[in-house]
Structures are given as structure tokens and as C-alpha cells.
């Protein structure tokens, strides 16, 4: 038996990137950013805050939502699991990246009235949708989301 869980807390560190494949389906890209509060230890010892960033992988209806709702600075809490893949970059150095591909979001940021921001119809209930599989290994012609 084997358990591939992923649940983070932390805060959107830019603006979504959203795009949408030839079928249609859309697929959104997060930076989340997850934050150790600085601390003093017994002996005196300060240890610094320290923020650790990580890759989020939205598809389908869950990442049109992200689309209409998520903005940089909101907080999230997200479940998913971990996958990785790997890719040639355009230099030709080989690159293994690590994503959470999240199949459940919850947003944690109080509701706004105004502006570019948020508005009364932004749901804060918890919004749950299952990932679509996705080898590393493509059998189609798209390329990889991000």
C-alpha cells in the first residue's frame, strides 16, 4: 500500500497562469508559498523565518475556477498529490520539476466588495474536483501544462 497526500496552507505568490488545450480544458498553474515563522529557542538561538514555494497544478472546472477567483496574496488551502516530471529546457539541460496536482481548494481569504478584487459571489466554501491523470509520458501532441 502506498499514500501520495499533499495538504498545504500558504498564500498565491503571483497572478494565476491560466490556458486552455485544444479540447478545451483548462489548466491553471499556482506559486504557493508556505511560511515557518521565525523563533527564539530556550538557549537564545534565533532561527529565521523561512519560506518554502510550491508548484500547483489546477485542470478542468477546479482551474476555471482558480481563473475567476484566485489572485496573488489570496490564501489557500489545497489537497492534491505530488508528481513529477521531466524536460528538456531550451538550452537543452535537463530538468525534473516536482507538482502538486490539487484535486481539492479551499479559499481562505475574506470576501472584498471592491475593485479588481473579489467580489460577494467568490465562493468560500470548499470546492472539490478529481485531476485528470497525467503520465509524463504524453501519448497526445500537447505540450506539458507549464
Not at 482551474?63 to 516530471?85: F, I, N, P, W
Request: proline share 5%; glycine share 6%.
Amino acid at each position: 500500500m502506498s499514500l501520495n497526500r499533499v495538504m498545504l496552507i500558504g498564500n498565491v505568490g503571483q497572478e494565476p497562469t491560466v490556458r486552455y488545450l485544444s479540447t478545451g480544458i483548462c489548466v491553471a498553474s499556482v506559486r504557493l508559498a508556505t511560511t515557518d515563522r521565525a523563533y527564539t529557542m530556550r538557549d537564545g538561538t534565533q532561527v529565521p523565518e523561512r519560506s518554502e514555494w510550491h508548484s500547483l497544478i489546477f485542470w478542468d472546472k477546479l482551474a476555471e475556477t482558480v481563473e475567476r477567483y484566485v489572485h496573488k496574496g489570496d490564501k489557500l488551502y489545497v489537497e492534491g498529490k505530488l508528481q513529477s516530471r521531466s524536460f528538456d529546457d531550451r538550452q537543452g539541460i535537463h530538468r525534473t520539476v516536482v507538482e502538486i496536482m490539487v484535486n481539492n481548494m479551499e479559499m481562505l481569504s475574506p470576501k472584498t466588495e471592491q475593485g479588481n478584487q473579489k467580489t460577494q459571489n467568490t465562493p468560500n466554501a470548499p470546492i472539490a474536483q478529481s485531476a485528470p491523470k497525467v503520465s509524463s509520458q504524453s501519448t497526445d501532441n500537447e505540450d506539458p501544462p507549464f
